[in-house]
């Protein structure tokens, strides 16, 4: 049986997340924080699997390079599940040194988003310079741009690798110090 479709993101969506106007929401499931790249809004893991398929695209599925595109999409909902996870029961911890290491940990993951959002700013302006040297429309030149800015040794790989090593670290400690206390949270 397959799971319920996302609920389609409407206008008001968007103004509610302070999207502006204008920008395709065909990819964003509204109820993920969303993700901004090139007037298109992802959620984690639409925008994992954009990634991952250019990335296919580009190198091929058994390319090293695949895989770490692969990774990163599963980083990248693992940091939205669990914060998800945290935001829908932060406000039933009745613990005020618990609530705290949670509020914490949740602060951590919007720093997160925002190194994210800027590392995807950074990926743009190639994108659109590959896009109008043929006048074509963003589209294939653009997404191989992409991801040769996002894992380019020479453009955005340190600035990957390292957002990808955080996330990772995150995570971990997310298991250890808060996944006890959301199992429990009124203890």
Known sequence: MKPPAPPVATEAHAA???????FSLKNWDPREQPI?????????????????????????????????????????????????????????IRSKEKKQIVEEFLDSSER??????????????????????KKQSLGQKSGIEFVDTLFG???????????????RKWALRFDVNVSPILDHPTQ
Not at 112 to 133: D, F, G, I, T, V
Request: net charge neutral.
């Open 112 to 133: 997160l988003m925002s190194m994210l959002q800027l590392l995807l700013k950074n990926c743009e302006a190639p994108m659109l310079k590959a896009s109008s040297k």
């Open 36 to 92: 901004l790249l090139l007037g298109s809004v992802f959620d984690a893991n639409s925008l994992g699997k954009w990634i991952y398929d250019w990335t296919v695209y580009k190198a091929g599925s058994r390319a090293p390079l695949a895989e770490m595109a692969g990774e990163l999409w599963l980083l990248l909902l693992d940091l939205s599940e669990k914060t998800n996870r945290a935001e829908g029961i932060v406000g039933s």
């Open 153 to 167: 040794r020479d453009r955005e790989l340190d600035r990957t690798e390292k957002f990808m090593q955080k996330v």
């Open 16 to 22: 509610e997340h302070r999207i502006p106007p204008g």
